[in-house]
């Protein structure tokens, strides 16, 4: 199939109005050597037979259910008005709304957004939306050291791990350092963090709920980072922040985080977004696109981007980021879904998830399965007899799909992080417990087994 | 068309408090009361949270959210989509940025993959594995490079991952000292240069030539062994091919220099020419233009990234494996690549996009793909011609590719040009880029156009310029019925109001 | 509220052939050109029609429909959307409509039953028999009768079938010849009469009281053994619940007539008080109003009828029925109904609106749906006040259910005001009807709508009456800023042009 | 959950304005014996909840695949565009447009719709769409006694059945007589219907293709009825007639039929929509909503409801039917629809069919079984050695959905009607062959055993 609308009259005047006699003739400044490649992707598809291939493909993946997998992504609750309004195809279709006059659409969603994101964090500056969470804790660090005109970056290894890996990523060109400082446990020590300051720290990055799925000690962190002259930079999940006391209320800087669970689907890990606010101080510093509120020629109220002297397509090699093309439309999945759960919904998509998690904790230790104690949101840690992976793929092959495997680097041997939304049903909960129970059993089995022919 | 409510907005919303007919849009937050709830979630009972959290970790005050009804909500957003020009409703010929019909199937395709969580058991994910492997293998003959990464968010994105490996590979080579500059042409775009001092790079600028392509001497001036890479875009922006791109691929190559493809322009040439042939080390593509992914109204892009064999060890990882084995293909994260530079985003890059592209590329094929080019090329110099018989100049006037820039006419403004388009529900050009046109008009109506909407198009332009000679000005006044007027930029960045405040 | 573009259209379209400002929107046609196409279905090669099924039988010319590129399509339709008010983006509060809001939930409840056919063997689709029946009862219980048929396919096809039933029950008693006579009060609307004359009755009409109510001693007057049925609706077109219902329906039942409940106004109602229970012996409902399937620009709508026990022998077939059997439940087709009118339309009914109006019965509950009743109701009687406020006349001023009818100031006409309300984005209420109340405005706001919205509406309708009175000719000049103005319907009654001919 | 915007606060306002103190209060005209009736509904359920048990009851049904069912509805290929523009909320949320200034989205839609159904039909006149098929049989009989004031109706009963019943449910009570006129084997005889023609005649109604599947001779069946002074009615497929002859062209006065096939889904045979045109002479006696064309007081091209002295809530008791709503949103789904496939794609999409028809046909004769000779669509009938019923349920079992049973009174004894469309898969062909030649080859072992008993 193909989506033009030429007919070969079409062509056959266009072509006499251009003067020449060939599309190849369009082509005549490319080099003789380039034309014709032999580019080898299969022949075109009708509509059948391509949502035939597709759904076949889809045939092979399983989608989980029940919110039981976390890790920085998790399946909440969508309400069906909300992709309804943000899918509108005025703005699915849309770019970067550079005139203004024909975009108050998106420009005012935006500020909307905007307005919704300090309200969460605390923070008075929001951007636009960043990529993801992971690339928007590297710009944080940046941002940080922009600011402070200092070259080291303290992190704690609390924050996600694949945040950590594309920060690094990120600074290692500019030379900037990177101290981590890996938990004590479950969650970053003060003392830990304290004895990596200095005056030549930019930042201190902590995560909370941390990537275990623990909440950190915020404050006193904070406190730490100041006392040095550091940014904090909160990495935060903004559900929580319904429940959990705000960036700006700990005292953090700066605060992002990945906004998936604001209302994105899981979708394999992308797109969601990222986003970022900034006290007013790092109002110029900020990188990405800022919508800001004016009026027209006729005094009526209106929305435009603002504070661009900041951004590639003016300051080019002096720009605060190279970052052109955001997340807009994730972030407005987001902007419609905050107002139709409003503050209450939000509330309880929150509490729901922590009660989940904590009655799986429990069933689970009632079970006689090894949940690492601690204070934890809606995911936590339970040591396996196995390694994570295994334990995983038993749980997918029983059709659970949960379990995300805890890195080495963190020292608690074989585990998963276990994580339980508003979606959990209690069977959902029965069901990993059994699972899990048998799958231990198994492994305890085997390994008696193992000593025993040793023995022998 | 039809006029949002205005009462049933105003007198909520305006400021005098009393009807008016041309009061404020309310924001979500002004139509807002509290005990108010469109979206119903399952409520599970328990413990307090205090008691599972600690009471010093719980917020004090409930965040100032909007509580509104479902009908409310539903109101506010459809009318606010009302405010919105779009593809779908209007011509949109946005030069660089490819406005090109985003097909509806590519929606339903990517509902089929929706709910699938990224740590998941991989052999749980097999058919989004195949997916992504077969998008890989598409866009490395696409390209003509050999490795893929999916992994960048959006074209910037993929310049950064190029350049970083570009640098890994110098440093590898014990070169990573001694080469330390970046050259763009003066045309390039913004995130070009701005990528290059990301990655530590000074920023060299080459002039671009009378001919509209990059002066080559000036190019030789500057290329020595200091360079770590060129960046160029082919057709570059002014829409022009750059005749002299095997020339240049080996001069840089000579001094060990690697040549950097944007691939921001490659509606112009897919399926008919690659830049791996003409001697690019490094590509990146735009799925959400060549690839039809929907530009969302700023994003989320996507940026994959090809490279040349020898640059293949520095991929981000992870990328995407096949494995054939006796019981079959099975598909699996390649975590394996010794140089790695690291990681570029969270997960497997923007797979909703990933799947569309690889939907439409599925639907076109081989051949579709390359008369996409061939209408999109035809469409933009028929567009040329018909805009310089309106009365507007070009300044490089040859066959273009799939877009040109042009200007208006001695005295007249870029931007009174654009604003007047409005009024006819015609979304301007691109505009002041690239800077090396004066008042530019950059123009590419992309290969979904059909012959009357660009002779439609063209009369727009042509109609205004006749309107100003008798009325000067309207230009200056333009436009008049659109939801808001001109706005008052200025004001907007001398007191920064970025949120909504409760009064 | 964003112009739909003009250039793109008018050059193609506009009678002159040139460009111009206010030019006509294109109908499809006109964007057409032969050899386009937008939609790519699979093709089957193999044998020449001609040889399958014989020349003769072959259609000589191809049938002259559009052919437009997928892109020319969507924005085609794209701005015809833009050129439509709706519940969605305008308040609309059309008397006896009942425009509330249609839940996008309900959307997707639909979609998960839309591809099964209905004649798969029955065992195929239980989720869908399951659901018919569950209907079936939730519907017996919100009316208060004892047997529901599911199949007729809008409110006036529910009449039908309710007044076939009648009729057939009557000829069962053998009093089919004499009772010859259907009553309908004067402000019925005029499906009612229109029915009774589709089944042969000969239509009486009863007048409205001083009070609102049907005038009970008129009723009498003409209320005798030649009566097969009283046509009512309860809470009446005034919306004014008749307060002696049960009086009607013990005279009606005195002479064996049958009581006929008009459900259009259900909303008034619904989870408070059921017809059964005011002695109806045949209700239908208009799932398309009280139960918040969407009206869709005029249908499919869905009007379920029931009866008491006397007349379930009379229902259309087939019904759907609940067998238990050791094996457990099982869900089938009732083809066995005695004396069945027959069948009212193809299949099981509008059976996509049955799944939405079932979403909406569980969604809501029992409690739910009393809310939904009292929050209509409160609506209306609201407004009413702030109508007259704003210097409305309401003719039977009493407290009225979820809606009542107002009258303009004297001098004024219903349909200026209407005319002008279009340039306040709101859409006007239901206007000459009913008919028993001159220049009658009737006003059905519903339950969805908020207080700020309810005040908004009576803010408009006092400012024109202010604008009005500084400048009457205003009022007959409106609208100003819609699509178009106001229309030449003698026109087109005149001189009638009903489809597109090639020019 | 529920849909209300009323706090606690607004409540208390709006009842002080009324002047009653509770909502109670409102409903005193009710008689106090009809208050508070107790109603056994179950509580309601928050979204998730909701869904979850609407997706519990569409998982036990089997939606079938390869377009095999047939019967007056059957599955075609509906492009994603289609429901995309036909199902946007400013269509799907509006009422009847009667207020045209603020609704020529919906009235240049329907003049559309009528132009490409006049099109279709080759009749000058069309209305804006009724219910469905049956229904529209029944208007066309009843506008046909209208116009001749006779009161007499010929129909073959190669008419759907269905259609057939409502017609009847129809005529009844007016005491108009149906004659129905079987089917010689497959198709209607031209002797048998005239024997039945008299000047007491008010049409023939002839359907074609018939509901067996095969196509009748309509020229000499319109000119019989034309003799006597009768209308001659067409029961269409409407997709058939982008390559079959149009009723306009074999002398129909009346054109009805349901437009399912056009690009609406199956539904489980509902909503989909009914349509009729109609030659000049019928233009007054049409039933339902039509839309011409006018000019708005600035002269511009506009469209209306028109000619509205026909309709119920002008004319009353003397309306020419009762109808009020129409099927607008799935006149509009087809018209999207045939706008998307354009005349090409409605020829290929019939073209297909009749090969894959055929292509059935022939494999299933070769496998041996019994397919009943003659010129058909892209049904047909096959006769069967177990009941019909038993044949659809041994299909459903294979998962395999086919097999429309015929009714017995057409005298063919066990058979069931096939299908099939562009979407019939040669898979698909391949596997119901193998099915149904499995199933009558059992059922001959069944017979044959039941003999040998017979025998000892
Ligand atoms: C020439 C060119 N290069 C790079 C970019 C940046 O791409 P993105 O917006 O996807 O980051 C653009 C986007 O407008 C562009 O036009
Ligand atoms: C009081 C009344 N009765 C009957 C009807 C007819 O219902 P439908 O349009 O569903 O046929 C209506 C619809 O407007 C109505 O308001």
Do not use: W
């Not at chain 1, 923070?123 to 005109?149: H, W």
């Not at chain 1, 590639?312 to 999945?333: G, P, W």
């Not at chain 2, 994105?157 to 080469?179: K, V």
């Not at chain 2, 892009?301 to 494996?321: C, E, Q, S, Y």
């Amino acid at each position: 199939m193909h989506y033009l609308p030429h007919t070969p009259e079409d062509i056959a005047h266009m072509l006499k109005v251009i003067g020449v006699d060939s599309i190849e003739a369009l082509f005549a400044d490319m080099p003789e050597a380039l034309h014709n490649p032999d580019i080898n992707v299969p022949a075109g598809l009708d509509e059948v037979s391509l949502l035939h291939h597709l759904r076949e493909l889809a045939a092979k993946n399983q989608p989980p259910s029940g919110g039981l997998l976390g890790g920085g992504t998790r399946q909440h609750f969508i309400p069906s008005v909300t992709p309804h309004l943000a899918m509108q195809s005025e703005f699915v279709t849309a770019y970067t709304p550079y005139q203004p006059e024909v975009a108050q659409g998106l420009l005012q969603a935006t500020f909307e957004y905007q307005s919704m994101m300090t309200e969460l964090t605390g923070l008075p500056i929001s951007n636009a939306s960043m990529y993801d969470g992971a690339s928007s804790v590297a710009e944080a660090a940046l941002l940080a050291v922009r600011q402070t005109k200092r070259k080291r970056v303290v992190v704690s290894t609390g924050v996600h791990p694949e945040a950590r890996e594309v920060m690094a990523t990120y600074l290692k060109p500019l030379d900037i350092a990177i101290s981590e400082v890996s938990l004590e446990q479950l969650t970053t020590s003060i003392d830990a963090i304290t004895s990596q300051l200095g005056d030549d720290v930019a930042c201190v990055i902590v995560q909370n709920p941390n990537f275990l799925g623990y909440l950190e000690t915020m404050p006193a962190l904070a406190d730490a980072a100041h006392n040095v002259g550091a940014l904090f930079i909160a990495v935060v999940d903004p559900l929580s922040l319904a429940v959990l006391t705000s960036p700006a209320e700990v005292g953090a800087d700066i605060a992002v985080g990945d906004g998936q669970v604001l209302g994105n689907p899981t979708n394999f890990g992308g797109p969601s977004f990222g986003f970022m606010t900034v006290t007013d101080a790092l109002l110029r510093q900020l990188p990405g696109r800022i919508v800001g509120e004016t009026t027209d020629v006729d005094g009526k109220r209106a929305f435009v981007l603002t504070l661009q002297a900041r951004e590639q397509h003016i300051r080019r090699s002096k720009a605060k980021s190279n970052i052109c093309s955001n997340h807009q439309l994730a972030a407005l999945m987001a902007t419609v879904n905050m107002a139709a759960l409003g503050p209450q919904g939000l509330i309880n998509l929150a509490t729901s998830s922590v009660r989940a998690a904590h009655t799986l904790a429990r069933k689970l230790e009632d079970a006689g399965l090894k949940v690492i104690p601690g204070t934890f949101f809606n995911e936590f840690v339970v040591q396996t007899a196995r390694p994570a992976t295994e334990v995983r793929r038993a749980l997918a092959e029983r059709n659970i799909h949960a379990g995300v495997p805890v890195p080495t680097s963190y020292g608690l041997g074989d585990a998963i992080i276990l994580a339980a939304t508003e979606l959990t049903q209690d069977d959902d909960i029965a069901d990993l417990v059994n699972a899990l129970s048998q799958i231990e059993a198994q492994t305890e089995k085997a390994l008696q087994k193992v000593l025993e022919v040793a023995h022998d | 068309m039809i006029k949002e409510p205005e009462a049933p907005v105003t007198v909520i919303t305006n400021k005098q408090g009393t009807h008016q007919r041309d009061a404020d849009f309310p924001l979500i937050f002004e139509r807002a009361k509290p005990g108010r709830r469109a979206a119903h979630p399952p409520v599970r009972d328990g413990a307090d949270l205090a008691d599972l959290l600690g009471e010093a970790n719980l917020r004090k005050t409930v965040p100032k959210l909007p509580e509104v009804s479902e009908l409310d909500l539903v109101r506010h957003y459809t009318q606010l989509a009302h405010r919105q020009m779009s593809i779908d409703a209007n011509a949109y010929f946005l030069g660089s940025c490819t406005m090109k019909y985003n097909p509806k199937v590519n929606e339903e395709a990517a509902k089929l993959f929706a709910d699938i969580h990224p740590y998941q058991d991989p052999d749980s994910v097999q058919g989004a594995l195949e997916l992504l492997y077969n998008l890989q293998t598409y866009l490395e003959q696409i390209t003509g490079m050999d490795a893929i990464t999916l992994q960048p968010a959006a074209g910037a994105h993929g310049e950064l991952t190029g350049i970083l490996m570009i640098r890994a590979y110098h440093n590898a080579n014990g070169e990573g000292d001694t080469r330390t500059k970046v050259i763009v042409p003066d045309g390039a775009h913004g995130t070009n240069p701005a990528t290059a001092t990301m990655v530590g790079y000074k920023v060299v600028e080459v002039p671009t030539a009378t001919s509209g392509e990059v002066d080559i001497n000036a190019l030789k001036d500057v290329l020595d062994e200091s360079v770590a890479a060129i960046m160029l875009t082919n057709p570059n922006t002014l829409g022009i091919f750059e005749t002299n791109i095997l020339e240049i691929s080996r001069l840089a190559h000579e001094v060990g220099a690697q040549l950097y493809y944007d691939g921001a322009n490659t509606n112009a040439i897919v399926g008919r020419a690659r830049p791996g042939d003409m001697g690019f080390d490094v590509v990146h593509l735009n799925l959400h233009k060549t690839f039809t992914t929907p530009h969302g109204g700023g994003g989320p892009g996507t940026g994959p990234v090809g490279v040349k064999a020898h640059l293949a060890d520095f991929l981000p990882k992870p990328r995407i494996k096949q494995e054939v084995t006796e019981g079959g293909t099975r598909f699996d994260f390649d975590e394996d690549i010794p140089h790695s530079i690291g990681r570029m985003r969270s997960y497997y890059g923007n797979f909703g996009n990933l799947v569309r592209a690889y939907t439409y590329i599925c639907a076109l094929g081989r051949e579709g793909l390359k008369d996409v080019s061939g209408m999109a090329v035809m469409n933009a110099n028929y567009l040329r011609i018909k805009l310089k018989e309106a009365g507007y100049n070009v300044p490089f006037d040859r066959i273009n590719m799939h877009e040109f820039v042009a200007q208006p006419p001695k005295g007249l403004k870029t931007l009174d040009i654009a604003k007047a388009m409005l009024d006819y529900g015609v979304h301007p050009m691109t505009v002041y880029f690239p800077l090396v046109v004066k008042e530019a008009m950059m123009v590419e109506p992309t290969e979904t156009e059909s012959l009357e909407t660009l002779d439609a198009y063209a009369e727009v332009l042509a109609d205004i310029l006749k309107r100003a000679e008798h009325d000067p000005d309207f230009l200056h006044d333009a436009p008049f019925d659109t939801p808001v007027r001109r706005l008052d930029e200025v004001k907007a960045a001398r007191q920064p109001v970025l949120r909504y405040t409760n009064p």
